[in-house]
Antibody, heavy 114, light 112 residues
């Protein structure tokens, strides 16, 4: 069974940092493009970042470029999202997913507020 | 960025009746490799999105054959042949042919 378990969300002040993690199992993680996708409360879905299989290629939506960094550790079957300079508009549930959305995790809530 | 426009945004349907959601893209979704990366997702209340259809018309494993996808170029449709109570939720189209990946605004399906 495919599982994507995201963790690391929480309350952070504007300008702060947070690192999300996603533990993957049940599929060949090391050969899969991976994504982070977010959903603000009551809003639609927004793709945030993609990373290729070996981590050599990263792609970001403009609104998070130079603030967020996606990375992976294939030895640990894990995906990460380092978020810095956080803003109120980054408040959302963050999902890890395979890159074309075939599998999704349960999401972790990030709240940016003073 | 490719803008994905769904209609309608709200879709009240009687149980057992068909339903149809349109998704239009601001540019052709035919990728340079010849494929069209247009997917459909269902998000039930309180759940993560679940992919129903990939590459326009391919149903994911476990998806009932009541769901079908069609279209080409810039114009795509998700059809549900007979709506069941379990189908309530928000439906999104997503294009993966051009960076950045973009989603439609979502269509909320409810039972009349």
């Amino acid at each position: 069974e495919v599982q994507l378990v995201a963790s690391g969300g929480g309350l952070v002040q504007p300008g702060g940092s947070l690192k999300l993690s996603c533990a993957a199992s049940g599929f060949t993680f090391s050969t899969s493009w991976m994504s982070w996708v977010r959903q603000a409360p009551g809003k639609g879905v927004e793709w945030v970042a993609n990373i290729n299989q070996d981590g050599s290629g990263e792609y970001y939506v403009d609104s998070v470029k130079d603030r967020f960094t996606i990375s992976r550790d294939n030895a640990k079957n894990s995906l990460y999202l380092q978020m810095s300079s956080l803003r109120a508009e980054d408040t959302a549930v963050y999902y890890c997913a395979t890159a074309m959305g075939g599998y999704w995790g349960q999401g972790t809530l990030v709240t940016v507020s003073s | 960025d490719v803008v994905m426009t769904q209609s309608p945004l709200s879709l009240p349907v009687t149980l057992g009746q068909p339903a149809s959601i349109s998704c239009r893209s601001s540019q052709s979704l035919v990728h340079s490799d010849g494929n069209t990366y247009l997917n459909w997702f269902q998000q039930r209340p309180g759940q993560s999105p679940r992919r129903l259809i990939y590459m326009v018309s391919n149903r994911d494993s476990g998806v009932p054959d009541r769901f079908s996808g069609s279209g080409s170029g810039t114009d795509f449709t998700l059809r549900i042949s007979r709506v069941e109570a379990d189908d309530v939720g928000v439906y999104y189209c997503m294009q993966g042919s051009h960076w950045p990946i973009t989603f439609g605004q979502g269509t909320r399906l409810e039972i009349k």
